[in-house]
Structure formats: C-alpha cells, structure tokens
C-alpha cells in the first residue's frame, strides 16, 4: 500500500515541487546573467576609459625612455629621467635588460616587489613598437621602425650646424621677400630644413631662393653615408646585386653612375629603374634597413625591458576581461545560482512535505483506514490547510458514528414493531393467541407505529435531498394552534396534562403566514406530543403565537416581518450537556428506549427540517426539573420560499392529519 501511495506522487517535472524549483533556477539564471551583463557592460567602458588613459600616459613614458635610449650609447644615468617620468605619472616605472638584470626602478624601497613575468614593452630604438611610438610612420614596414632620433654618425658638428642654419635663415628670408612663408625645423641630427607653409613646392621652384647649400651633405654627413653605403654594398654583393648609391635621405635609384667609396676600380653604372625588379628593390630596402641598425647599434643603447604599474609598486594589470577573469565571473555565478537552488530545494521541500502528508492522509481516508491527524507545523497558508483537513477528518468521523449509529437505531426501530407483529402471529399459529378484536388491535397499534418510522424517516431524506414539497397557503397562526390543540387533548387529559392555546395577551391577532398548513401542524404537533409525554400529571403544557420585534418603538413593523410560536411545558426539563443534541437524529437522554418515555428520536429532527424548510429556525431552552420551551421563529413574507418549495420535484406533502407523530421525541 505504502509503495502504491508514492508510485502515486506525480514526476518531478510536473510536482509543485519540480515546478517552483525550475521557476526559481529560471529566475536566477536570468537574474544572474542580466546582472553580469550589464555589470561587464558598466565596467567594460570604464576599464576602457582607464585603460585609454594609461595607454596615453604610457606611450609618454615609452617615448622619452625611447629617446633617451637613441641619443645615448648605454642607460647608465637614465634613473633621474626614471624617478621624473614615475613622479608625473603615479606609476612605478622599472627597466631591466633582456636577461632581467635590474637598470633602474622608481620604486624607492630597500626590497621592491618582483616584477610580472611580462613586460609592458620593449625599449629598443632600432625596433620600434608603433602602437606605443609617436615618432615613427606606422605603416608597418621594417626600416620605418627604426627611431629617427637614433641619428649616430650623422649628428652635426657645431660648425657644420651654424653654417646651415645661416644658410636656413637666408633661405627663408628669400621666400619671405617673394611672398612665401616657411619655417625652419631643425632635425635630431642638428640638420635644419625648410617647411613651406602651405605645403606647395612648386611655388618655391619657380623663385630665384636655392636650397642647393642644405640639400647638400656636409663632411660629416658624408663619411656617415660613404660607410652606411659600405655596409649595403655588402649586404648586396653577398647576394649578388649590383651595389647603390644612397642619396642623402637614404633612397636609391636615380641611375646615376657612381665609384666606389673604398675601391678605385672603375665605375659600376647602377641599373636605371625600369631595369630594377621589385625584388631587388626588397632586397636593396633590407640590406639598407639592415646596414642602417649595424651602424647605429654602437649608438644607441641596448634593448631593455620596460615596465609599468601601479604606484604602490605592484605591477600587475588590475581587472580586465581575461579568460582567466571571465573563468571567475562564470564561477561566481556558478555559485550565486548553486545557492539559490539550494535554498529553493530547501524551501521546496519545506512546502512539499506537508503536502505529501495530506496526500497520504487524503488516500487513507480514501481506503477506509483511520487518518491520524496532519501535524500543523505553523500559521501560514499550507498550516491552515493542514488545521481545515484535520477539521474536515474529524467531521467526517463524526458524521460516520453519526452514520452507523443512524443505521443501527432504524434497523433497531424497526425491529421492534416488527417483532411484535412477528410473535403476536407465531403465538396466534401456534394457538397460543386467540385472534379477538384486542388480538387484532395490538397487530394495528405495532403497524400504525412501524408505519410512522417508515413516514419520518422519508420525511428526513426528502428534506436532506432537498425534495421536501410544501404546499403554502395563507393560514392564520392562531387556527394552527387551535386544530393542534383539540387533536391532542385527549391524550393530554389521559396523561393527566393540562393543555391550552391562549390567545395573545393584548387580544392582537398574529399575523398572517405563507405556509403548508399540514408540515405546520405535524411540527406544532410533535412539539406538544413530545411535551405531553415528558409532563407528569398535573402539569401544564402552553401553545401560543404572537409578533417579534428588534424594540418596542417597531413592534408594529416587526410584527409584519417574523412569528414566534412557543411550546412551553413544566416537566422534567434538559439537562445543560444534552440540551445542543436534541435535534440530532435517533439521540435521546433515556437511552432505554421504552416507548412511553423513549420514542424513536426522530420527532425533533423532523422539526427542525420541517421550519428550515419554510425559512425559519427553531430552537430549546430548559432548566432541569423546572420544564422547558421550544421556539418556532417563522418569516411572514414567505411567499418567494412557498413558490420555490413547490417547483416540480419528489416528495409528498401528505402528513397525519393532526399532525402527530409517534416518533416525536423529548431529549
């Protein structure tokens, strides 16, 4: 049965539980991923924006290292420049070389931290990183990574500058004169030149202004570019080329007819250029580019390795959206999301479990077995739920006594007459019985009596099923009275019992009623009879009627709306624990069950079934040993209930005609 019970339970992809942990898992996931998203979103633009920053402030520093490093042979006294690029930064700023051997550090500590295992970059004049460098043209060809500051042999003696630069001056006050504007720049190596406003040469060609004096090597331009031009003939002459002749900003190729610089064998005409294929032209750009690093390498100073971090002297990069960050981001919330649905399961399983045991309970019920009550774990919805099915348990034991005892007490109803009738006929066959007219009376006292179990009983069903049919007539309350009191005065008088129906005190008749006149006088008259039986002799027993107000100042009002009808006795009375229980079906306070003072238990049930069917209730008040007082309180307007009980349906409206039943019973 137990494995029967929970091969019951539904999946988990359609259980409550299933349900509310999928639901929360969902809303997790997406509230977790929304939140990374715009959390990167957010910090994205910002790291961004810092990372924007830095780089400018590092291209800086890269820059004035980098031209330190091409005007000086060695990076002996670059600390100064160091420690003044870290003071105007915020940054720590170390060079090492290649091998990692310290050069300088602005971090001013006895043991700095240790460096990343990267370098921010390179420091070489003759390899030029060209998203870092503002000084070279960043197309991305070999010979324009070289530092124009890296100038070497070429850089000019004192004398040979101030001769140019008179030279410059004249020149541009020439142009000056005709009316052109130019500026004289001075280059790394000290050689001035002139820049045209304006940048239109031709204008320049067409005056008498010669520039032939700056364009012209000097002395000591030209022992440079002599041994710059060994250097690439070398290059060539191991790849069998022809050699070059570098004019003096370094390209080649006008077809000129040059000698030698170290040799004097005769003249090698160079190949005019529409002889040149574009392989010699690589090849020639490569040996210059490479002749060019050989001669500045004595010149500059030695790759080193740069780095650059944070001002507490930590080098390493701050966050950033590395695979190894992202790993962690996807790892929190891995976490974030494995918490929640934990606390789900938790939750979920919290909220299941009482329910599984209201299922379990439910099935039981179901199968017959007794259900002990659900534990009610707390005030909230499933614990109210929990309270209502033990409520519900215990009204449906309650109604099932009810149920056993009910079927008990008609079976032992009629049992009763039935084995009257049963020996009376038996002691009759047997000639034990004479069949006189006290034998056949006897027979028809037990029938008369089966026949009004069987009567009330079909009233009660008909009444439960709700078939009940009234047959409403416009009566007066006091003619009720009056019918119900003549036709149980003989037996009140036999029983010694003084019966009336006085009429209201202040002489007002009540008023007029809507009602089944005989469904009336079988409940009056079960009233009365059940107060005759518990009346001794001597006593007395009052039927009267009169108007129920709210207040005196609306009696007249009140009067129209409600009829009160008592039946007051002095007999034995109830006791206070059995006065709730009179109306209950086959209950009785003399458990005997004698039928002068038992009864069946069914009168007052029929009562209360019989005024709830006109709208009204009814109710007892007793004191023990001093009598008691049923209440009939009947609606007047009752014409809307009339016309709905007599719709079409089961039932009868046939009733005793005095309206006495021999069920009617005292609790």
Not at 112 to 130: F, R
Not at 146 to 163: I, S
Not at 378 to 402: K, S, V
Not at 551 to 573: F, L, M, N, Q, Y
Request: net charge negative; hydrophobic share 40%.
């Amino acid at each position: 049965m137990l494995r029967d019970r929970r091969q019951n339970r539904p999946p988990l992809r359609k259980s409550l539980f299933g349900r509310l942990l999928a639901v929360s898992a969902l809303v997790a996931a997406c509230s977790v991923a929304a939140t990374a998203w715009l959390a990167v979103q957010t910090t994205s633009g910002a790291i961004k924006q810092e990372q924007g920053q830095n780089l400018t402030a590092d291209a800086r520093i890269y820059n004035t290292l980098l031209g330190y490093a091409a005007g000086h042979p060695t990076w002996e006294g670059v600390d100064g420049t160091v420690r003044d690029l870290a003071r105007q930064s915020g940054r720590r700023i170390a060079l090492t070389t290649e091998q990692r051997r310290p050069l300088a550090d602005s971090a001013s500590r006895p043991a700095p931290p240790a460096l990343p295992p990267q370098a921010s970059a390179i420091v070489d004049p003759l390899s030029v990183d060209t998203a870092l460098s503002r000084t070279v043209d960043r197309s991305g060809d070999a010979a324009d990574r070289v530092d124009p500051r890296a100038v070497g042999p070429f850089r000019l003696p004192a004398a040979e500058r101030k001769a140019l630069q008179r030279a410059a001056d004249r020149n541009a006050a020439c142009l000056s004169r005709v009316g052109i504007a130019a500026d004289v720049v001075t280059g790394p190596s000290g050689r001035p030149r002139m820049e045209i406003v304006g940048n239109d040469p031709d204008r320049v060609q067409n005056t008498r202004c010669t520039t032939d004096e700056l364009d012209s090597p000097t002395a000591t331009e030209q022992k440079a570019l002599d041994a710059l031009n060994q250097l690439a003939d070398a290059c060539l002459k191991r790849q069998d080329r022809p050699g070059i002749q570098l004019n003096l900003d370094l390209s080649w190729g006008d077809g000129s007819v040059r000698k030698a610089p170290t040799e004097a064998a005769a003249p090698v005409p160079e190949p005019p250029p529409s002889l040149r294929t574009d392989e010699d032209d690589r090849a020639t750009a490569s040996c210059v580019d490479t002749a060019r690093r050989e001669q500045l390498s004595s010149y500059v100073a030695s790759p080193a390795l740069l780095f650059i971090g944070d001002e507490d002297g930590t080098t390493v990069p701050g966050f950033d959206l590395s695979p190894a960050n992202t790993a962690k981001i996807a790892g929190a919330a891995a976490l974030v999301l494995a918490l929640t649905v934990g606390a789900t399961m938790l939750a979920g399983s919290r909220l299941a479990r009482p329910l599984h045991a209201l299922t379990g309970a439910a099935q039981r019920m179901r199968d017959g077995e007794d259900s002990e009550p659900v534990l009610v774990t707390g005030d909230n919805e499933i614990g109210r739920l929990a309270a209502a099915f033990n409520d519900m348990a215990d009204h449906r034991a309650r109604l099932e006594t009810q149920r056993k005892d009910m079927v008990s007490d008609v079976a032992h109803e009629l049992r009763t007459p039935l084995s009257n009738i049963r020996g009376w006929l038996e002691a009759a066959q047997d000639g034990l019985a004479e069949p006189d007219p006290a034998f056949i009376g006897s027979l028809h006292t037990e029938a008369v009596q089966l026949q009004h179990i069987i009567d009330d009983l079909q009233d009660l069903a008909a009444a439960d099923a709700g078939a009940l049919r009234l047959h409403p007539e416009q009566l007066r309350v006091e003619d009720v009275l009056a019918q119900v009191a003549a036709a149980h005065q003989a037996g009140a008088e036999t029983a010694g019992v003084t019966l009336s129906a006085p009429p209201a005190a202040d002489g007002t008749p009540s008023p007029a009623l809507w009602a089944d006149t005989v469904r009336l006088r079988q409940a009056i008259g079960n009233l009365v009879s059940n107060a005759v039986r518990h009346t001794p002799p001597g006593g007395r027993v009052t039927v009267r009627a009169y108007g129920a107000g709210t207040s005196a100042d609306e009696a007249a009002a009140a009067a129209g709306r409600e009829v009160v009808i008592e039946v007051a006795d002095t007999g034995s009375g109830i006791s206070a624990e059995n006065l709730p229980h009179v109306f209950d079906r086959f209950w009785r306070a003399e458990k005997s069950r004698n039928r002068r003072t038992g009864g069946s238990g069914l009168g007052l049930a029929i009562v209360r079934k019989l005024v709830e069917a006109h709208g009204g209730s009814v109710s007892a008040a007793s004191v023990e040993g001093q009598g008691s007082v049923f209440t009939l309180r009947l609606p007047v307007d009752t014409a809307d209930t009339a016309d709905a009980a007599d719709a079409p349906g089961t039932g009868s409206g046939e009733g005793p005609a005095d309206g006495s039943s021999a069920a009617a019973d005292r609790a």
